[in-house]
Structures are given as C-alpha cells and as structure tokens.
C-alpha cells in the first residue's frame, strides 16, 4: 500500500460490521495515515453511505453472479474488505446458495484481484481483509484452542469460511494480493431488534432488559461463548489494514481475541450495570435445539498471534456493556 | 454399502498407487467381503487393465473437464476411488491446470455424486476415498505433528488437498456420500525410473542401487522424512474402503501412518539387505534447491487415529526395503 489517497472497496457495507466500519472509516478519513481517496459501498442491497470527507458510491451488487467479480475489481482499489456472506442458518439450509455466494462468490472476487494483479503486469497487489469466523472449528475441542488447532467445521457456512482461509493464504504466498482473513467471535451486543439466530440470545439478554424490555434465555447460565463488541470487530479490520503482511508471515488466517464468559457472568455485568431490575427482565426458557447447536461452538481461544500483531479487545464482559452503552444507547440519545 | 456385487470407479487408474489397487482388487476379487461386480478404469491416458475375475473398462478421461464427472458417476459407482491430480510441481507452475484439475475437478466429482443422490431421493450414497497429502502441512512443525495439527499449505498442490478435504467432510457430514480423505506419506520404494520431483531421492538411492545402477544424493543424511511402500498405500486404500464411517466420525480426513527416518538410517538399512556394494553407488551431489524444498517438508507423525481405526504400515525402513524385493525385483524375475 503506497500513502497516496486509497481506493477503499467494502463488500458487505450494508451489514452490521460493514456499516460500522464505513462509520469510523469517514470519521477518520484515513487507514494507516493513508488519507482515503474514495470508498465504494457494495451489498445486496444498496448500503447507506454515510457523510464522509471523500466521494462514496453505494451499489447493489450481488457477488453470487458470477460476473460481478471483475467489475468491482476493475478500478483497481488499494484496499478491500470481503465481509459479505450468507449467515450460518441460510448456508445450512439452502446448500447451492451458500456454496455460490460465500464459496464461489468469494473466490471470484480473489480471481478477479489475481486478473487484475497479471493485466498490471503485477504492479497491481492490494490489500484484502476477509472476515471468516470461529465456525472453522468443529467440537469436540480442547478447554482453550490454541492457534495451531485443526480446523474442521460442523457446518457448510464454516466449511466455506475454512476454504476461503486457504486460497487467501495461497493467493498472497503467489502474491496475488496481501490478504488478511480474520476469525471473528460471536459479536455482542448487537444493536438492533432481536433475532432468531442460534446465537442471538447472547445480545438480547443485554440489549433488551438495558432498553427496558424482556428477554428470552434458552440455554443454561453455564454456557461458555467467545464474544467481541461492534466496535472491537471494527477495530480488527482498520488493524489488519495496517499492519505489515511480512509481520504477519505465510499464515494469513489469525483467529481474533474475544472475552470467553459463560451466561451467568454476562448477567452478573448487566447487574452491575443496570441492577435486579433489569436482570428481572430475564426470562428463561430452555430451547433443546439452541442448547444443543450451541454445545457444538468454542468457548475459549488463546488468540496468541492477534494479540502478538496488537489486535485488541474488551479485557471483561462489562466493558463489552459499556461500549454497547456508548456506541449505542448514548449515541442515539446525544 | 450393501454386498451385492460392487461397481467400482478407479479415477487416476493408470498411476502408480491406482494401477498397483487395480492389481490387488484384481487378485482379491472383493473387497470387505462383497465381490466386485465390475470396474472402470479412467485416467488422462486409457489404463491398462489386469486380468481380472470381474468385467472391467478403461477409458481416457480428463476430470479438468467440466462436463466429465456427471459421465463418471451416472452409472452409481458404489466404490469411488478419487486418486488423481496434478502433481505439486506442476500445480505449483501450472496455477490455473492446478486449480482447474485438482480443485474444479475433484469438486465436480463431489457435485456429480450429490446430483445422483438427489436424483436417486436419496438412496445413493457411494463410499468415496480420496487421495490427500501430507503436503496439506506447512512448516514450522512440532518435531511430532499430530492429529489435531492445523493445515497451512505452502504449496498450490497442498492447498487444493486441503480444500478437497474440507469439501469430503461437508458432503459426508450432509449425507452426499461417504467420504474418506487418506494423506499419504512419500512413497517408497517407487518403481520405475528416476524421475526429477523433489521427492524422487527418497527412492532412487535405494532401487538404483539395488539395480546395480549409480544414484544421486541432493541432500544431507540427516534429512528426516515420511515414507511408506507402495504396498502399504494400496493397502490403506483398501482398508478405507472397509471401515465403517461411523467408526471414523466428522472428521474424515486422516494422517496415513508411514516410518520416519533418516536418509542415514535409509542407507544403513540398503547396507544390511545389499551390503557396502550397493551403498557405494549412491553419489553425494547437494542441490540447494531440492534440500530447501525438502526442508518445508514434515519429518514425523502420530498418526495416532489411522493406527486406532488399523490402517497398518511397515515398522521400519528395511521392511519397506523387503517390500519393494518382494513386489518389485522378485516379482518381475519369477
């Protein structure tokens, strides 16, 4: 990446991360001192640009074609985010459409970097950072996964995100591209209404009781997850857009750090901060095949090379809290 | 599989490890007690097919092709063995064959076994088992790897192992077919003439000698690798075909057992069987290309699940030595 003013790719930009990332990305105006020249918002549905100190275009662009590839590709951006996929329950349920979107759809958009990178005469080597996720690991697991562990996932969506892993790494070792992909945790608190994937109930019983209204909690309190704020998950992206891909070496896949608490201390945090009543608000009602697909996830990573290349997390689940209450309920009432 | 009388597919028959299986189904006639009904033999160049108790077909066919594999599958094979591919040198000059053969290829075949099967409501499910490598391993290695040890390739060839693995899962785990993924270690003894992959030490100091002929030495005799006989392959190949998957579990892909030793150790042990004769014919002539490539090369292994579901090897390098006598020089003379 060269200082003068970046082309700035985001595919995904109309989801929750993608969204929060064009956020910071227009309030800094820049990525690694590198001021941004232009953004280019991408989804499946045309994302909301924000007001930014450079041009933003905002497009529908479904990366399941197989023709859209090169076509946003062809102007030739510095750096690029792949956040777009289809989400774990649709991947599980409708098998084509998730092979061809975040299996082939993700390999055009490397193909389409690797033609680009040969027409240039290989001048052309932008900067890629792929969200992939904790999926990639399938149980039964040892008590922390350590980053040396296998991968072997128990679902298509993590089967895809472990293949992406691979031709990222293969692509930039041929130097095709420096891609970064980036294991996310289960982000909360996500903002918004509540929602039925398995993992939803991990937001919900924070977001919902702070705002005063009930919750439901379908499993035990001792369920062990790996969690990261909205704002952390934003703050690995604009991070791995920075640090030098020779640090990183051959192993482009590093799983990112996160809080492992078990339910009991999430609720123990939103006592603290909001006291029995919102507690109160709790509800539980044990839901066998939530319990059971959740049995089948990490609860613990050391995440040593992240920390080592300088990611960083909450340290505790209340301060996951306090960046809900700040980025969110603070945000919107100032 | 039932045991009415088996179709067998044979994909990448004319190799070395898939004309040695064809051989040995020729001799035994069944496999895990159900005879074989017929088989069909395909590869790039026709195979030639041995004299066997069961009507067998050759035929020439490129699985880089696209419309290849619904050709290969429509007859439901009940017995796939999926063992061709690019080799990794090639793969490794050749990216877009590699890819296009040994990934689109391999998956098409994976495509055209789940079409069956949905075409059939289900009842298809073929036993499918696929050649991998260890080369799906990357260094920096534990002196040990074992089972649970990550997979970062680096090499095009490993990478679309890797990638072919991770698909067999998925499709078993869906219920598509039956998939079992073997990584081989480096063959030994090869027969035949020496060729120049970067491997082809390993063999040639020892079958030239035996022959009476000179061989080359490219590296250090403290260069440690993986090996087993080509008997040892064919017989993992067959052992796999009769394991049931239940017994093996989600994580279908497995580190074949083999014998780690030192090119030292391989001379001593040419010493005791051929005496300081045969030894004098190997010529020291160090290449640093070949010792750097070897030396991104995993030395040793558990294999602690394949030897727990009884996939078997040779104890030590003089039996892989009694194995290439027995099948290769006494074999030819008697």
Redesign the interface.
Known sequence: MTHSPLKVLIIGAAGMIGSKLMQRLAEEGAVNGAPIGRARLVDVVSPVAPAAPFPTTSEAVDIGDPLAASGLIAGQPDLIFLLASIVSGEAESE?DKGYRVNLDGGRAIYDAIRGEHLRSGGTYRPRLIFTSSIAVF?APFPEIIG????????T?YG?QK??LE??L??YS??GFFEGVALRLPTICVRPGKPNLAASGFFSNIIREPLAGKPAVLPVADSVRHWLASPRSAVGFLVHAASISPQTIG??RALTMPGVSVTVGEQIEALRAVAGDSAVRLIRREPNETIARIVAGWATNFTAARALALGFKVERNFAEIIEAHITDELLAKTS
């Open positions: 098998f399938g980053d040396e562990f296998f991968t072997t996932p128990l298509s089967t472990a293949i691979l031709l790494s293969d070792r041929r051959p192993r």
